[in-house]
Every structure is written in structure tokens, then in C-alpha cells.
Nanobody, 123 residues
């Protein structure tokens, strides 16, 4: 499976962005997906995850209530709607997929990764 993330950009604090991650390959609809991010000088961290059927989602405390993860299996695409953005949300955002249907917050449980898309939030 190959993943292509897009939708990043520069936005003012309080603004919104929607990231997309398009997947190729037959296993997309059977596996959970996740978003992670890496800020300059920091380790990559978990942001959000969604099960293959969309019946389960989980968010990092830092984005809960502001970000929403969703997926459209017919389009092989997962989304991350980001609202009320803060400067501390500035990072490269990566989408990732795993071969199992259940959600996970652990990087090592994801089998394939996209190239990342830059999100910059100005104060």
C-alpha cells in the first residue's frame, strides 16, 4: 500500500485545515489508519486513529475536541479535519496504515507510511 498525504499549508491560529491521505492497494479498507505528527526538534507523536469500519476512533489529548479523523473506503482516503488550530500544532503530519482493523496509538504497529505534509500555524 502506498499513501499520499496532502492538504497542509500555512494558516493563522484559530483557523482550519483538512488533510487527506489517499491510499493505493487492496488492503486499505481492511486496516486501521492513523495520523502522526513531528514538530521541529521533537519526536514523532500520535494524533488520531480510526478503525477500518470507522466505528472506533481515538485522539491524543492535545487535539481532542478540535480534530476529527474520518475515512471513505470507497475513495481509499482518510481525512483529518483540524479546527481551532494553535501554533503548537505546527508539524509535519504523516498518515499511516496497518494490516489490522483495530485502532492503535503505537507507531510500530503501523506497516506503511505516507511522505508527510507540512502544517504551519502562525500566531
Amino acid at each position: 500500500v502506498q499513501l499520499q498525504a496532502s492538504g497542509g499549508g500555512l494558516v493563522q491560529a484559530g483557523g482550519s485545515l483538512r488533510l487527506s491521505c489517499a491510499a493505493s492497494g487492496r488492503t486499505f479498507s481492511s486496516g486501521a489508519m492513523g495520523w502522526f505528527r513531528q514538530a521541529p526538534g521533537k519526536e514523532r507523536e500520535f494524533v488520531a486513529t480510526i478503525s477500518w469500519s470507522s466505528d472506533s476512533t481515538y485522539y491524543a489529548d492535545s487535539v481532542k475536541g478540535r480534530f476529527t479523523i474520518s475515512r471513505d473506503n470507497a475513495k481509499n482516503t482518510v481525512y483529518l479535519q483540524m479546527n481551532s488550530l494553535k501554533p503548537e500544532d505546527t508539524a509535519v503530519y504523516y498518515c499511516a496504515g496497518r494490516g489490522f482493523p483495530t485502532i492503535s496509538t503505537f507507531e510500530y504497529q503501523y506497516d506503511y507510511w505516507g511522505q508527510g505534509t507540512q502544517v504551519t500555524v502562525s500566531s
